[in-house]
């Protein structure tokens, strides 16, 4: 089927002289996860991942995607004739280094421009010019080939009130136009779903799992115009934007508002959020500002409101996940439990809080081998049954109105070998190594992602990803510029200065391919700490609250700092959340959470 599509594809490029075509994973709006009507790269590759692009040539295909999926991808792939290229991987052309293999002089490259930021489109550009290669962006070749595909979405949005919020959306625009004045712009073009979403505290249900509203916005110093889906408006929303200078416009117009720009103006945006078709559509006599949005900075700093509610979140979540534990742990073996049942069990204890509107992300339950494939999902067709044995990975969150969770955690259903346990202990280890960070004001992630990974290390081990991500409020739950890695790694963006009140995970993890996988994981908010002279010291708070398995640990491998570290966490784990617990979970939950 794959290879049937990938033909005809391939005959259109040729009817329109297209020498190579470039299918991204992204929405119009850089989205990292998308809605169904955007799942081209799916569609034509039948990789379910959320993050890939596919590069087909006339002569071959080919999948690049980061180390989250290479497993996944392999599986995937199978008799597609796409080939997967491992990104970061040593002798793995880049994109860009492979469309320069295979180029020509005056051949054309294709893609959707609006689903390519401004970035990669001038980046290509550029790259190219030497061969005079032609840019071709006008053309959605999927959309010829998907005769079902789906709609758009038609959700309706709604507003978040500021009493989880925290700040008006005119207390907000009036900071982005401090920023836009100090830039000396008078246009600010905004196009991240995630950026808008914090904004205007507007929310919505446009992509799975990911609270946002397919929109953009043009900002002047004294106006907003909004383009949006008209149908998704409430009368309330209508008129609490009317309020405050936000005029409606269609959804699709902001590709001609554009073009009216006049000379004189001066547009701040963010090429790697605005998407090529809005850039090339800007008069090239227009000065552009090309910096990072000014809300990015903004939504990662979480205020007290925000902060406070976020713990409050987590209070509920870690009573779904506690209950979810016991569940699990007194049922294996009695109960017919599969990855999916378990999955939906979850799910069910996580939506009975009248505050969880949703999931923050499809959970991950993974049993075994399908462990080792950092974001798997189970299917009918792989779903497994979980029997008293191994290990059982659960990734999970929820979307409540009071904040967005993220938190893993991996459960022993019986026997492991000792190896197994080595892993375990010691992805512990260096979970509890990172929460327990001093360090001072300016370190970046990058500074102190050793402390999660060293213990790994030691053994000769590594996992193909970040240590760990911002979190959004009530958005996305991959969030920049914060994040945890051991290298930089530029199209993340996430390496920057740890400032006070960001909320970043924590989740070093083990896999190894068709045997186990473990990770462990929890959410640290970060905070000044004590002031020496003129050194700013900095911590974490840690604000997730759920037992860790102990029957993986082996204190023997633990320093005693760190079994104090984890004796001292149990011992919150239940004060927080026993009081939530029926007689005989908080029975069940004392021996969990007992003094190691």
């Known amino acids: 089927m794959i290879k049937d599509k990938l033909k005809k594809l391939r005959e259109s490029m040729e009817n329109k002289g297209i020498c190579a075509y470039i299918i991204p994973s992204a929405d119009f709006h850089q989205s990292e996860y998308v809605g169904d009507y955007f799942k081209c790269r799916q569609f034509i590759s039948g990789f379910t991942g959320s993050a890939g692009t596919v590069v087909v040539t006339l002569d071959e295909a080919g999948l690049w995607t980061d180390g989250r999926y290479f497993i996944q991808a392999e599986e995937q792939l199978k008799d597609s004739t796409i080939k997967l290229f491992k990104m970061g991987e040593e002798g793995v052309p880049t994109i860009e280094q492979y469309l320069d293999s295979v180029l020509n002089d005056g051949d054309t490259l294709a893609f959707d421009g609006r689903t390519i930021s401004a970035k990669e489109g001038y980046g290509y550009e550029k790259e190219y010019s030497h061969k005079n290669v032609k840019i071709v962006y006008e053309y959605d070749l999927i959309d010829e080939l998907w005769e079902d595909r789906p709609n758009m979405s038609e959700e309706k949005a709604f507003l978040l009130d500021v009493k989880y919020a925290g700040e008006s959306a005119e207390d907000k625009l009036s900071k982005v136009r401090q920023i836009m004045k100090k830039q000396n712009a008078t246009i600010h073009i905004l196009n991240s779903l995630d950026d808008i979403a914090w904004l205007f505290n507007i929310r919505g249900n446009d992509i799975n799992c990911t609270p946002v509203v397919l929109s953009s916005a043009f900002i002047t110093l004294d106006k907003v115009y909004y383009f949006i889906d008209q149908n998704k408006l409430t009368h309330e929303i209508k008129d609490k934007f009317n309020q405050i200078g936000i005029e409606i416009k269609d959804y699709f117009e902001i590709y001609d508002f554009i073009k009216e720009i006049k000379e004189n103006e001066v547009v701040l945006l963010d090429g790697a959020k605005v998407n090529y078709s809005i850039y090339k559509n800007i008069n090239s006599n227009v000065s552009v500002i090309d910096a990072p949005n000014p809300t990015f900075i903004f939504k990662a700093i979480k205020n007290e409101v925000e902060l406070q509610n976020t713990r409050d979140c987590h209070i509920k979540d870690g009573v779904a996940m506690t209950k979810f534990m016991y569940w699990l742990k007194t049922n294996i073996g009695k109960i017919k439990i599969t990855e999916m049942s378990a999955s939906d069990k979850l799910e069910k204890l996580r939506r009975s809080d009248k505050d969880c509107f949703d999931l923050s992300f499809d959970t991950i339950s993974g049993y075994k081998g399908h462990a080792a494939m950092m974001h798997y999902k189970a299917t009918e067709e792989s779903d497994y049954e979980l029997k008293q044995e191994g290990m059982l990975l659960v990734d999970s969150g929820g979307q409540y109105f009071t904040g967005t969770t993220d938190i893993t955690r991996t459960y022993i259903l019986g026997d492991i070998t000792e190896e197994q ?38 053994l000769g081990i590594d996992y193909k990803c970040g240590t760990g991500h911002g979190v959004a409020f009530v958005s996305n739950v991959h969030e920049g510029p914060n994040g945890f890695r051991w290298k930089i790694v530029p199209e993340r963006n996430d390496s920057c200065v740890l400032e006070e009140g960001m909320v970043t995970t924590n989740e070093p993890g083990v896999y190894i391919e068709g045997s186990h996988g473990i990770r462990i994981e929890n959410e640290l908010i970060c905070h000044r700490g004590q002031k020496v002279g003129l050194d700013q010291f900095m911590e974490f708070e840690t604000i997730t609250f759920a037992p860790i398995d102990l029957d993986g640990v082996n204190p023997e491998y633990m320093e005693k700092s760190e079994i104090e570290w984890l004796n001292n966490y149990h011992k919150q784990v239940f004060e927080k959340i026993s009081p939530y617990l029926n007689e005989e979970e908080v029975d069940w939950l004392r021996e969990y959470t007992r003094a190691i």
């Open 421 to 458: 346990r080595l892993h375990y202990t010691s992805v512990l280890r260096g979970m509890i190594r990172l929460s327990k960070a001093k360090f001072l004001y300016g370190c970046r992630g990058l500074n102190l992602d050793i402390l999660a990974r060293g213990p790994l290390w030691d």
